[in-house]
């Protein structure tokens, strides 16, 4: 039952997206539109993603990328 509920809740919001390494996932927040369009249209968005400077490296997530 508890692996149910908690399918149901990753799919009806979208949860498993915010551990992924996409830049796009931090847009997805109105607040961040403006760093976001600021790192897209700079040299920087070639070189790093969010999640090479803001998340802890020795989280978990970063060492197995989605």
Known sequence: MLVAA???F???TSAPVYLQHEPSTCNNCHVMDAQYENWYHAAHARAAVCTDCHLPHQNIVSYYPL
Do not use: I
């Open 6 to 8: 908690l399918g149901v």
């Open 10 to 12: 990753a799919w009806a």
